[in-house]
């Protein structure tokens, strides 16, 4: 934990590892007294009593909402306490926390034994995220077979008519390797057919609504959190996205969403996953669009 | 007094020579194993699919070299044109305010470019060219406004000290404006012309955020302009995000080295030729 007893009632969302701090693709943001008044948590209070420092997290762009949501809860409950995340990517999250650069590395999916040994890490499960492909709200296309779907993004089907679209290119969007959206979109969305080399690659979920948002020939995929108006989540084979169908496993696109630490976590750490276990951490975990899976 | 200067002056300029020779050295190290390995021919095809063990970076090449030279050949004219306007062929009062803007411009984030290309440019580039509008040419285009003001204030400044030198001699032979930029002016200006190349090139091809949000960062070699692609800058950003660990992580190395390599090969090239040009 670094340094301590900071006064200033302040939530940083920082942009973390240098690299994509470059592609200020990671938004830089100071939320805190001056925006919007929260009213004070007594559940933060209670557990961060008498403790100071900053829990900086970086990693999994799909975490950003909730922490962004538990900050301002627990820094406004307890002014001592800051949290501050970075975005990067499941890789990110796991090379940064082993190296000590962050107290927490956050990421889509569970740590692999290897990485688990290299950096000695105990993951925390938070939440659980269903993961969906998204099209522009303006496309006719509702449903998508996993076939179809693997045939759009390896390439082999090319044009929206195919698919009871309007006639036009499609615009495949994906996520770089070090994503877990990717990968779990890849294995249980496509059936493991690899994504055609000729993709648009964008480095987070934000990115990839972005880009979809604004492109009517556009499909991409995100966490089900990161679904709203600006974009439309497909059915897949009949199934649709819905959280409420990840949980009982009729949508099965689905991945969890890990804290880890390298080593045991420290007091500070832990009061941190004890607030989201709360019944109020699991509404702000459902606020940011994911289903609250209450630890480890 | 003067000694502790000029020492400090020399350690300074040795210090930052060595800085460049270490990023040599360091970059060749970590690239070796690549050559002990025998992945030489892994890293140099054409294919990136790190999951079946394809670490080939030949894409991110001509993406890098698509995007610097093509900015190149747009921005080394249009900052030209910029500079004989300045010196004489515009009128005074639009030269002034015009200078003010190119040396604001240099100061302007290269991210703040990037993201207003998001908005303004790659959406027209997709109704006029097709595509998902991410491509070669939108990074291009944003890469050489990018690098016209330091094209522009390099010959500028070439050109403010002949204009010291020359101006009196030129008046008294009776030129015009026009006369004295196109007959003394460009041929004097030979060696901070091809300095502009250099320091445009290597802005172009070190450029890192405008290709990694508007070049599309697709892995094949692009079949047209108007394709995705990715650079080798942005190749290394994506991928150093994603593992520290595999072969992946090792062709970033040459990936590094090849940057540098472009950046030196223009140099030498480009002072070559210059060199060449004048002793004829």
Redesign the interface.
């Known amino acids: 934990m670094s340094s301590a007893g900071k006064v200033r009632i302040s939530l940083i969302v920082k942009a973390g590892?240098t690299?994509?701090l470059?592609?200020?693709?990671v938004v830089a943001v100071w939320a805190g007294g001056a925006s919007e008044r929260t009213p004070v948590s007594e559940e933060a209070a209670r557990i961060f009593d008498g403790q100071s420092g900053t829990i900086e997290i970086a990693g999994g762009t799909a975490h950003i909402p909730v922490v962004e949501r538990a900050a301002r809860q627990i820094t406004t409950a307890n002014p001592a306490v800051r949290v501050t995340v970075a975005g990067?990517?499941t890789?990110?999250g796991?090379?940064s926390v082993g190296r000590g650069q962050v107290d927490i590395g956050s990421t889509g999916r569970a740590p692999t034994q290897a990485e688990i040994e290299r950096y000695d890490l105990h993951p925390f499960r938070f939440a659980l995220d269903g993961v969906t492909a998204i099209v522009h709200p303006s496309s006719p296309v509702r449903d998508l077979s996993t076939q179809e779907l693997a045939a759009v993004f390896s390439g082999r089907i090319r044009d929206w008519s195919e698919l009871g679209g309007e006639a036009g290119?499609i615009?495949v969007?994906t996520r770089?390797?070090?994503?877990a959206t990717q990968s779990v979109f890849v294995s249980e969305a496509l059936g493991g057919t690899?994504i055609?080399?000729?993709?648009?690659?964008?480095?987070s979920n934000g990115a990839m609504k972005?880009?979809v948002s604004?492109?009517p020939?556009?499909i991409g995929y995100v966490g089900i959190g990161y679904v709203d108006s600006e974009v439309r989540a497909l059915s897949l084979e009949g199934v649709e996205p819905t959280q409420e169908n990840a949980v009982d496993g009729r949508y099965p696109v689905v991945r969890g969403l890990y804290f880890n630490t390298s080593g045991e976590p420290s007091a500070l750490v832990e009061s941190f996953y004890r607030y989201l276990e709360t019944e109020e951490g699991a509404e702000l975990i459902r606020a940011a669009g994911y289903i609250p899976t209450g630890g480890r | 007094m003067e000694r502790v200067v000029a020492t400090l002056y020399a350690v300074a300029g040795i210090g930052a020579g060595l800085v460049g020779v270490a990023l040599l050295v360091f970059l060749t190290a970590y690239s070796w194993p690549l050559v002990t390995q025998g992945h030489v021919g892994t890293v140099l095809s054409t294919t990136w699919n790190p999951n079946a063990g394809s670490f080939g970076i030949v894409p991110m090449i001509l993406g890098s070299l698509t995007i610097a030279g093509g900015a190149v050949l747009i921005a080394f004219p249009a900052g030209l044109g910029i500079c004989i306007f300045l010196n004489g062929v515009g009128p005074r009062w639009a030269a002034r305010p015009l200078r003010a803007v190119v040396e604001l411009m240099t100061g302007i984030p290269t991210v703040l470019y990037a993201f207003v290309a998001v908005f303004l440019l790659v959406p027209v580039l997709r109704n006029i060219a097709g595509g998902s509008g991410y491509s070669a040419l939108s990074a291009l285009l944003v890469v050489a406004v990018l690098i016209t003001p330091t094209i522009v204030l390099t010959i500028d400044g070439r050109f403010e000290q002949l204009h010291g030198q020359l101006y009196l001699a030129t008046v008294a032979l009776g030129l015009t404006p026009a006369q004295r930029l196109a007959w003394v002016y460009l041929p004097a200006a030979r060696n901070g012309l091809i300095a502009a190349m250099i320091l445009g090139f290597g802005r172009a091809v070190g450029d890192t955020v405008i290709a990694l949000m508007i070049a599309g960062n697709a892995t094949h070699v692009p079949s047209s302009i108007t394709g995705a692609v990715r650079t080798l800058t942005s190749h290394i950003a994506l991928v150093l995000a994603a593992d520290t660990q595999s072969g992946a992580y090792y062709s970033l190395f040459a990936a590094g080295l090849l940057l540098f390599l472009f950046v030196l090969l223009a140099n030498i090239a480009l002072r070559y030729i210059g060199s060449k040009e004048r002793s004829t």
């Open positions: 590892m690299v994509l470059l592609s200020g693709l990067g990517g890789g990110v796991i090379e290119s615009h969007f770089d390797e070090g994503s690899s055609s080399a000729a993709a648009n690659v964008v480095p972005a880009a604004r492109d020939a556009a």
